[in-house]
């Protein structure tokens, strides 16, 4: 069992470049998130899905787009980077809302 | 506006001690709190969570205790181990709405 499988890794960008991150997770839960993780200040929702074909904004969604077409696939997508975009990207899925969520091990994102 | 107020930013104890980190929430609405334990390079991994129904929650050597009068709650971690040192996260959560600390650096040492 994979759990959730983020790609790439790492990723430097240049300002004004677009690009996707992907997240894959194989324990058939409905619910996905992405979020961004910032030195001292804790994780903030960009996006979630509770199932394919239905998205919806959280706390920071602004310069991100996602999309969800299939139970397993939730990817993030920057189509003009900035600078503030800068930062760790992890991807979660859960059971249902409320439940525990299960994390991939991020993307490491700079954009220069 | 931070609505999980999380302290200390770090912590220093001597193996066998008890950490406690403390977690104050704004929002009477959440109805979902989980501490979550992040090693460096990796995602955060779910530690315990409990509901406002409860006051305590025990599993192994980490308790989460409960105050929803005050509006905090906080994780004590019993008999300390240099391998408990990482970055241990409160949340606060209603339907997908999920918000977190800023995070606690907690070593350990031998």
């Known amino acids: 069992n994979a759990g959730v499988t983020q790609t790439p890794k790492f990723r430097i960008l240049k300002i004004g470049q677009s690009m996707t991150l992907q997240c894959a997770q194989d324990m058939n839960h409905n619910y996905m998130y992405w979020y961004r993780q910032d030195p001292g200040m804790g994780l903030k929702l960009i996006y979630y899905?509770?199932?394919?074909?239905?998205?919806d904004k959280g706390e920071v969604p602004n310069g991100y787009n996602v999309s969800r077409s299939t139970t397993e696939d939730f990817p993030l997508r920057l189509e003009l980077a900035a600078p503030s975009q800068t930062s760790v990207y992890f991807c979660?899925?859960?059971?249902?809302?409320?439940?525990?969520?299960?994390f991939g091990d991020g993307t490491r994102l700079s954009i220069l | 506006q931070q609505q999980v107020k999380q302290s200390p930013q770090s912590l220093i104890v001597q193996k066998g001690g008890i950490p406690i980190i403390n977690c104050a929430y704004e929002?009477?609405?959440?109805?979902?709190f989980p501490w979550y334990q992040q090693f460096p390079g990796k995602g955060p991994a779910l530690l315990i969570a409990?509901?406002?129904?409860?006051s305590e929650k025990k599993e192994g050597r980490f308790t989460i205790s409960f105050n929803k009068s005050a509006k905090q709650f906080s994780l004590h971690i019993m008999d300390s181990q240099p391998g408990d040192s990482a970055t241990y996260f409160c949340?606060?959560?209603?339907?997908?709405?999920?918000?977190f600390g800023a995070g606690t650096r907690l070593t350990v040492k031998p």
């Open positions: 979660a899925s859960s059971y249902s809302d409320n439940q525990p969520q299960h």
């Open positions: 409990i509901r406002p129904d409860v």
């Open positions: 949340a606060a959560s209603r339907n997908n709405d999920m918000r």
């Open positions: 899905s509770v199932g394919a074909g239905i998205t």
């Open positions: 929002n009477t609405a959440f109805d979902y």
